[in-house]
C-alpha cells in the first residue's frame, strides 16, 4: 500500500538556524515527491517537487529537499529558518508507475514548524 | 481566474440537511481533487476527477457524499444528511495534464460547521 509518513507533528527551531522535516515514503515504484505549506486559514502551497535528476531540489521560499531512494525519505530543509517561515508542512507522493489512479497523491499528516526569534 | 476558487468559504449548517460545495478550478486543469482536513489534522483525500470522470471514488466516506464535475470545470461536492462529524475544512485543488509530474494548486477551502 501507498504511504507517506511524517514522524514528526512538530518541529521547533530558532531562527537563523538550519531547519529539517521529515518524510519518509512507501510506494510500489518510482515516486514522484511533494512538499506543500499551509499557512493558517490558508489553503496548501506548493514548495518543491522531485521528478527525475539530481537529488537535491530546491524550491520556493530558500527551500530545498533531498531524495534518498535508498532510505525511501524526502526530507525538506532550510539552511536558515525564519520567524516567517512558521506553518504547516505537508509531504505528498505519487506513484509514477501506477495503472490506474496515477493522479491521485497521498499526503503525510503534517508537521507544524515554529520558528521562534 | 488566476487560481483555484471556492464556495462558499464558511457554511454553517444543522444536523441533517444537506450542503453543496463548490470549486472552480484553474481554466484548463483537466485533473481536480477534493480534500477533507478536519481540525489539527492532515489531509484526507476524497475524489478526483480526470476530465469529468471520476475513477476512484473509495474516498468518500459513506453514500450521503457525491460529487459531480460538468464541463470539464466546476465540480460540486454535495453532503447529504450532514452530520457533527462531517465538520471540516473541505479542499479543492487541481493541477494540469494527466502527467503525475504536476503538482496541485489548492483552493482556500470551505470550512463547514454542522451544529
Known amino acids: 500500500a501507498q504511504s507517506v509518513a511524517q514522524p514528526e507533528d512538530q518541529v521547533n527551531v530558532a531562527e537563523g538556524n538550519p531547519l529539517t522535516v521529515k518524510c519518509t515514503y512507501s510506494?510500489?515504484?518510482?515516486?514522484?515527491l511533494f512538499w506543500y505549506v499551509q499557512y493558517p486559514n490558508r489553503g496548501l502551497q506548493f514548495l518543491l517537487k522531485?521528478?527525475?535528476?539530481?537529488?537535491l531540489v530546491k524550491g520556493s521560499y530558500g527551500f530545498e529537499a533531498e531524495f534518498n531512494k535508498s532510505q525511501t525519505s524526502f526530507h525538506l530543509k532550510k539552511p536558515s529558518a525564519l520567524v516567517s517561515d512558521s506553518a504547516l508542512y505537508f509531504c505528498?507522493?505519487?506513484?509514477?508507475?501506477?495503472?490506474?489512479?496515477?493522479?491521485?497523491?497521498?499526503f503525510g499528516s503534517g508537521t507544524k514548524l515554529n520558528v521562534k526569534p | 481566474g488566476a487560481g483555484v476558487s471556492q464556495s462558499p468559504s464558511n457554511k454553517v449548517t444543522e444536523k441533517g440537511k444537506d450542503v453543496e460545495l463548490r470549486c472552480d478550478p484553474i481554466?484548463?486543469?483537466?485533473?481536480l481533487y477534493w480534500y477533507r482536513q478536519r481540525l489539527g489534522q492532515g489531509l484526507e483525500f476524497l475524489i478526483y476527477?480526470?476530465?469529468?470522470?471520476?475513477?476512484?471514488k473509495s474516498g468518500l466516506p459513506s453514500d450521503r457524499f457525491s460529487a459531480e464535475r460538468t464541463g470539464e470545470s466546476v465540480s460540486t461536492l454535495t453532503i447529504q444528511r450532514t452530520q457533527q462529524e462531517d465538520s471540516a475544512v473541505y479542499l479543492c485543488?487541481?493541477?494540469?495534464?494527466?502527467?503525475?509530474?504536476?503538482?496541485?494548486?489548492f483552493g482556500p477551502g470551505t470550512r463547514l460547521t454542522v451544529l
Open positions: 522531485y521528478i527525475t535528476g539530481d537529488n
Open positions: 505528498a507522493v505519487r506513484d509514477r508507475g501506477a495503472r490506474y489512479n496515477f493522479n491521485k497523491f497521498y
Open positions: 510506494v510500489s515504484g518510482n515516486p514522484y
Open positions: 485543488a487541481s493541477s494540469f495534464g494527466t502527467s503525475g509530474r504536476n503538482e496541485q494548486f
Open positions: 476527477f480526470q476530465g469529468n470522470s471520476a475513477p476512484d
Open positions: 481554466s484548463g486543469h483537466t485533473a
